[in-house]
T-cell receptor
Framework: LAKTTQPISMDSYEGQEVNITCSHNNIATNDYITWYQQFPSQGPRFIIQGYKTKVTNEVASLFIPADRKSSTLSLPRVSLSDTAVYYCLVGEASSSNTGKLIFGQGTTLQVKP | DAGVIQSPRHEVTEMGQEVTLRCKPISGHDYLFWYRQTMMRGLELLIYFNNNVPIDDSGMPEDRFSAKMPNASFSTLKIQPSEPRDSAVYFC??????????FGQGTRLTVV
């Protein structure tokens, strides 16, 4: 499984765009990149998944460069409620094989008023 | 859909007692995962099942831990005997396809 590295913590202010970068130098050809969000006292929640280039949904955008050795989760105009831990996961994610879902230490995002 | 349902939400037990945590996955999901979360160790994958069959239990800390999935709608994680260091939040998650798992609310276990 590819190892991921992301910042332990980040601070931001309400209304700002937040970008969290994850490094995964050993990503394999069949690996997808998935991001989860976890609020205190809750289980992680799927945010977004991508393989290459850019993916956008109603919550966030995911930017993946051509070499796929890193990815950036972008949260537009954060609010206090976006304060959470954000996890980057790398692994096989085809419809026929979920495989292991291994969570690293995550990035604790603190949004300030 | 009610999502992944775990019970109990909170459990306080004495050291040496048997503890059983329960999980009902989302109907139709083929994969079920058990995780343990602590401040020191983060979110650890204990075991996961595919179509009710254990695929990887390498994360199970020791023989005191066991997990079963007798059918597609029910799984248990058992600790016998329990120890104070087992105190943690235990999460169950289920998934239909790769990468997108749905987590339950967790069971907060305290062993005194």
């Amino acid at each position: 499984l590819a190892k991921t590295t992301q910042p332990i913590s980040m601070d931001s202010y309400e209304g700002q765009e937040v970008n969290i970068t994850c490094s995964h130098n050993n990503i394999a050809t069949n690996d997808y990149i998935t991001w989860y969000q976890q609020f205190p006292s809750q289980g992680p929640r799927f945010i977004i998944q991508g393989y290459k280039t850019k993916v956008t949904n109603e919550v966030a955008s995911l930017f993946i460069p051509a070499d796929r050795k890193s990815s950036t989760l972008s949260l537009p105009r954060v609010s206090l409620s976006d304060t959470a831990v954000y996890y980057c996961l790398v692994g096989e994610a085809s419809s026929s094989n979920t495989g292991k879902l291994i969570f690293g230490q995550g990035t604790t995002l603190q949004v300030k008023p | 859909d009610a999502g992944v349902i775990q019970s109990p939400r909170h459990e306080v037990t004495e050291m040496g007692q048997e503890v059983t945590l329960r999980c009902k996955p989302i109907s139709g999901h083929d994969y079920l995962f058990w995780y343990r979360q602590t401040m020191m160790r983060g979110l650890e994958l204990l075991i996961y099942f595919n179509n009710n069959v254990p695929i990887d239990d390498s994360g199970m800390p020791e023989d005191r831990f066991s997990a079963k999935m007798p059918n597609a709608s029910f799984s248990t994680l058992k600790i016998q005997p329990s120890e104070p260091r087992d105190s943690a939040v235990y999460f169950c998650a289920s998934s239909l396809w790769g990468g997108k798992a749905f987590f339950g609310q967790g069971t907060r276990l305290t062993v005194v």
